[in-house]
């Protein structure tokens, strides 16, 4: 009978930690970078099971919760996603991930003359970082700068981690989305027909004559290839 209770017994014991033991914690961590060793920083890994979302920081490294089976999905402006299943039940488990760089027109889109491949792509960047884009830049504790010794921050205000990787996160996106729009009207082939430059004397024209964002943005075609022209007759002369 004694025997009888303690097979019972320990029973209830192992039905009570067995949840525990299923959903034991796993820290993924790793280097987030490209096919060219290029880190990444300021990716968004995202746990899909929890919904769960982190960032890299500067040198690409990042790290997330989880628990086994889990599915992690990376992602970065102008790359194609890639996703993880967690393997491990405990501990750390370490998952390098290499990014391939997403082709300029996007599947499963209807390309008209509606919009540019440019704009689709465009688009879809913003369709794809819209809930990290659209999170309202925190304010310094309490709305206002207090009186006093000094200003008291809250964990939670601007100066913190998080917050601080989000607004750098916004700021990048920013800058590439200008760079998009800037390699999508200052092409290679555009140039090369302009200027009749190929290869290596092609590369260094451009980069020694890369347009900014605003002139881009206020001329037209016509203007573009003025615009290059007059470039080239000043760089050919150096």
């Given at each position: 009978?004694?025997?009888h209770?303690?097979?019972?017994l320990?029973g209830c014991?192992?039905?009570?930690?067995?949840?525990?033991?299923?959903?034991?914690?796993?820290?993924?961590?790793?280097?987030?970078?490209?096919?060219?060793?290029?880190?990444?920083?300021?990716?968004?890994?995202?746990?899909?099971?929890?919904?769960?979302?982190?960032?890299?920081?500067?040198?690409?490294?990042?790290?997330?919760?989880?628990?086994?089976?889990?599915?992690i999905?990376?992602?970065?402006?102008?790359y194609?996603?890639?996703?993880?299943?967690?393997?491990?039940?405990?501990?750390?488990?370490?998952?390098?991930?290499?990014?391939?760089?997403?082709?300029?027109?996007?599947?499963?889109?209807?390309?008209?003359?509606?919009?540019?491949?440019?704009?689709?792509d465009?688009?879809?960047?913003?369709?794809?970082?819209g809930?990290?884009?659209?999170?309202?830049?925190?304010?310094?504790?309490?709305?206002?700068?207090p009186q006093?010794?000094?200003?008291?921050?809250?964990?939670?205000?601007?100066?913190?981690?998080?917050?601080?990787?989000?607004?750098?996160?916004?700021?990048?996106?920013?800058?590439?989305?200008?760079?998009?729009?800037?390699?999508?009207?200052?092409?290679?082939v555009?140039?090369?027909?302009?200027?009749?430059?190929?290869?290596?004397?092609?590369?260094?024209?451009?980069?020694?004559?890369?347009?900014?964002?605003?002139?881009?943005?206020?001329?037209?075609?016509?203007?573009?290839?003025?615009?290059?022209?007059?470039?080239?007759?000043?760089?050919?002369?150096?």
């Amino acid at each position: 009978m004694k025997a009888h209770t303690r097979i019972l017994l320990l029973g209830c014991i192992a039905g009570m930690l067995f949840p525990f033991v299923a959903k034991a914690q796993v820290i993924v961590t790793g280097q987030i970078s490209d096919s060219n060793k290029l880190v990444l920083p300021y990716a968004t890994i995202t746990n899909l099971t929890t919904g769960k979302h982190s960032l890299s920081d500067q040198g690409g490294f990042y790290k997330i919760d989880a628990t086994r089976n889990d599915k992690i999905v990376f992602t970065f402006v102008g790359y194609l996603p890639d996703t993880v299943k967690v393997t491990q039940t405990t501990g750390t488990q370490t998952i390098n991930v290499k990014l391939v760089v997403a082709s300029r027109f996007l599947k499963g889109v209807e390309i008209s003359s509606q919009y540019t491949p440019y704009q689709l792509d465009s688009i879809e960047r913003r369709r794809q970082y819209g809930y990290l884009l659209d999170l309202p830049n925190k304010p310094l504790a309490g709305g206002s700068t207090p009186q006093g010794a000094g200003i008291v921050f809250s964990p939670f205000t601007r100066y913190s981690k998080s917050e601080k990787q989000k607004r750098q996160f916004k700021k990048n996106y920013e800058e590439m989305e200008k760079e998009k729009y800037i390699d999508s009207r200052f092409t290679p082939v555009l140039v090369s027909q302009v200027t009749g430059l190929k290869g290596d004397s092609l590369q260094l024209f451009m980069r020694d004559n890369y347009p900014d964002y605003e002139t881009m943005r206020t001329i037209g075609h016509n203007d573009l290839l003025y615009w290059i022209t007059d470039k080239y007759k000043t760089w050919i002369k150096k």
